[in-house]
């Protein structure tokens, strides 16, 4: 990926959908999410996804309640009065636990095998283990639920015995809070490490996905084209380990609220009618003024996303380029750059903190006001004496845990916009990898057909830029028979690499029929030799690392390279070493003409791919390449290149051409010059 996409942002009819903060966000995420839950390729299976992921919250509440009810009876077996103090908030509890598996327990019941039912029917392989895993942290998670209910009844005894001065009992709480949190202690920590596994597996799974989709159809050499995608390379690293990461989080966050609604709504509705309305007036006001506010924060957190990326960039840029900045002693300019970079991402982050803040104005003093407002509202009851003070400080404490509940979206919004902002690129992202999979039958530009066959050859070829299209060469024709050579030569910029690029499919935009051999019988040598990260043995080799060839082929063509050398140099095949720097470029050309021989294809392409030989070595490599009956097309300026080649393509860089055998070419080039 270039820097120069990094600039670029979402289109203005984009960038308005995705700075929403609404219901689209919840859609976005499980269009994301659904494949690897829920891998059916349906209409609608996003929302039998979802309700899927309802059943198994529901079912999940049963075992909450035979966990709570299981502690609860052991503790009551040890301490006696524990079941008789503090049976009111545990019946609320579980009462509101209890209501609902009850009606749903043998729905639930049905969930597991149908989950695992439509997973195997996928045509995707089958994967249920990580249900398996989000069951099990559900469990734990409701566990841990359960526990903290205890343990606060339990530190709720133990402190009232300390004040009151009893000693049997404060030991014998002290013993029992000892118990707890020796079982809990189990829970807490594989429900850290459940989640953090489920992360990773997940992970792990859309990382293969999206790498799978990112190298299928070319989608990495296309997304540069894409002004609209910056720097895949953060989408696929960061932004899906943040997504997979946060997902499991709000999804736990999210589920303990839902506790919190069941368990306490009782509790309030019971208290005070009034003021469970005012509680969800409340917080549904909150939640709207944020929602509004918070969409500014979710554009400002993609930005940072995209800035901090693109500062990176540029300092990868400046290692892979370490040699032609010191070279041209360009320190002060890349380090300009750099802080230009640096600089955006700064300002950024400025106004987003600046919104934070703003926003902190609102969300401070909303949160204050619920520590006072339900007494607020109660206190005319009290001081009328309807209610007791023991109602007031419960129906408190109930409608706190509710408002974190509903007000969630307030609380939790940075965290919330920032998530949603990974949501909008890993979106964006998909939606191109998609468009990538499924070629579209209408494009605003006609295309070359390519045809596979037995030789090369191109009918009436018109090769047009991809982009602002701009033609370069009309109504080419030529047949290039087996064992043949082709030398295009031009001046520069006239076309000579597009054309190749069109043989190879990478470009395609015009007119015309390519007919060539299916690509694996083909080999591209690029302008700039590229050298992969890895062994001797894996350049040699590349892109076929599996080839089965003996380390004295390696060496026989390392010799016909004039590189024999080389292994000596380097310690052997297997050494690993940055290529790119440590080889001449003439080396890492003569490299390159080893890997085509060691490919053993039939048919050569090479662009301007002995250009840094010496002239000995360049008529040293074409020599074997005619005499292995390789069908090859060259790129060069130099006409030494000529003579290897039974033809010559001119292209004169206004679309014309001419096709000639190099014998006459080579006159016609004299009696001009
Ligand atoms: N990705 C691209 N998108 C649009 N135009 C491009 C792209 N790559 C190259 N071009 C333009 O297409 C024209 C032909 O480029 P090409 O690389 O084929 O030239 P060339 O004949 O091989 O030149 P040289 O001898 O300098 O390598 C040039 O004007 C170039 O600027």
Redesign the pocket.
């Known amino acids: 990926m270039n820097g120069s996409a990094l600039n670029g942002n979402e289109p203005t009819s984009a960038k308005n959908r995705l700075n929403r903060f609404d219901l689209s966000l919840l859609k976005r995420f499980a269009a994301i999410a659904q494949p690897y839950w829920y891998p059916i390729e349906e209409k609608n299976s996003g929302r039998i996804f979802l309700g899927l992921v309802l059943l198994l919250i529901l079912f999940l509440f049963a075992l909450l309640t035979v966990v709570v009810a299981a502690l609860t009876l052991l503790i009551q077996q040890i301490v006696p009065e524990f079941m008789a103090q503090t049976a009111g908030g545990m019946v609320a509890i579980s009462r509101g636990v209890f209501s609902v598996p009850q009606v749903f327990l043998p729905i639930a019941g049905l969930l597991i095998p149908a989950i695992a039912f439509f997973s195997v029917r996928s045509k995707a392989a089958p994967r249920w283990s990580q249900w398996v895993f989000l069951g099990g942290l559900l469990t734990l998670s409701l566990c841990v639920s359960g526990m903290n209910v205890i343990i606060s009844y339990v530190g709720n005894f133990f402190m009232t015995a300390l004040s009151e001065r009893d000693a049997p009992t404060f030991w014998r709480f002290f013993i029992v809070y000892g118990g707890v949190f020796a079982i809990a202690t189990p829970f807490v920590v594989y429900y850290r490490f459940v989640q953090d596994i489920l992360g990773l597996r997940w992970r792990d799974w859309m990382t293969g996905k999206f790498l799978g989709q990112y190298f299928s159809n070319r989608a990495y050499y296309d997304i540069n084209?894409a002004s609209s995608i910056d720097n895949p390379d953060q989408r696929i690293s960061e932004d899906i380990r943040n997504f997979t990461v946060q997902s499991l989080a709000f999804f736990l966050i999210f589920l303990g609220a839902f506790i919190d609604v069941l368990a306490f709504t009782g509790i309030l509705l019971s208290k005070s009618l009034f003021l469970a309305i005012f509680l969800v007036g409340y917080a549904i006001f909150g939640t709207v003024v944020v929602a509004i506010l918070g969409r500014r924060l979710i554009a400002l957190n993609f930005r940072q996303l995209q800035r901090e990326a693109n500062f990176r960039y540029g300092l990868v840029h400046v290692r892979d380029n370490a040699e032609s900045i010191a070279f041209y002693q360009g320190e002060q300019q890349e380090m300009g750059q750099l802080r230009r970079r640096f600089v955006d991402v700064l300002r950024n982050f400025n106004f987003l903190i600046g919104w934070q803040r703003n926003m902190g104005f609102f969300r401070t003093p909303y949160r204050y006001a619920t520590f006072i407002l339900p007494s607020a509202i109660l206190a005319p009851v009290y001081f009328s004496g309807d209610i007791q003070f023991g109602d007031i400080s419960q129906a408190t404490f109930a409608f706190n845990q509710i408002f974190d509940a509903f007000a969630l979206v307030v609380l939790q919004i940075n965290q919330l916009s920032e998530f949603a902002a990974g949501v909008n690129r890993l979106e964006t992202f998909t939606e191109f990898l998609d468009e990538e999979d499924t070629p579209s039958l209408s494009t605003d530009h006609s295309e070359i057909a390519t045809e596979e066959g037995d030789r090369i050859a191109l009918e009436n070829v018109t090769l047009m830029?991809?982009?602002n299209p701009r033609t370069?060469v009309d109504d080419l024709n030529l047949n290039l028979g087996t064992g043949e050579g082709l030398v295009i030569v031009?001046h520069?910029?006239?076309?000579?690499?597009?054309l190749l690029r069109a043989i190879a499919g990478l470009w395609n935009t015009g007119d015309g029929m390519i007919m060539r051999p299916p690509l694996s019988d083909m080999i591209f040598l690029p302008?700039r030799p590229y050298m992969v990260l890895g062994t001797l043995r894996e350049q040699l080799l590349y892109p076929r690392l599996d080839a089965n060839i003996s380390n004295d082929e390696l060496y026989e063509a390392l010799q016909r390279v004039n590189l024999k050398d080389l292994p000596e140099r380097v310690d052997g095949f297997d050494t690993e070493l940055d290529w790119a720097t440590v080889l001449s470029l003439g080396e890492q050309q003569r490299l390159a003409f080893a890997r085509l021989l060691l490919s053993k294809a039939r048919y050569a392409v090479l662009d301007?791919a002995t250009s840094a030989l010496d002239l000995a070595n360049e008529q040293h490599l074409y020599e074997h390449l005619k005499n292995t009956d390789t069908t090859f097309i060259s790129?060069g300026?130099r006409p030494s290149l000529l003579q290897y080649h039974k033809y010559v393509l001119e292209?004169k860089g206004d679309t014309n051409w001419q096709l000639l055998p190099t014998e006459e070419y080579q006159l016609d080039v004299n009696a001009f010059s």
Request: glycine share 16%; hydrophobic share 30%.
């Open positions: 084209a830029t991809p982009r370069l031009g520069s910029g006239a076309g000579k690499s597009s302008q301007e790129v300026h292209l």
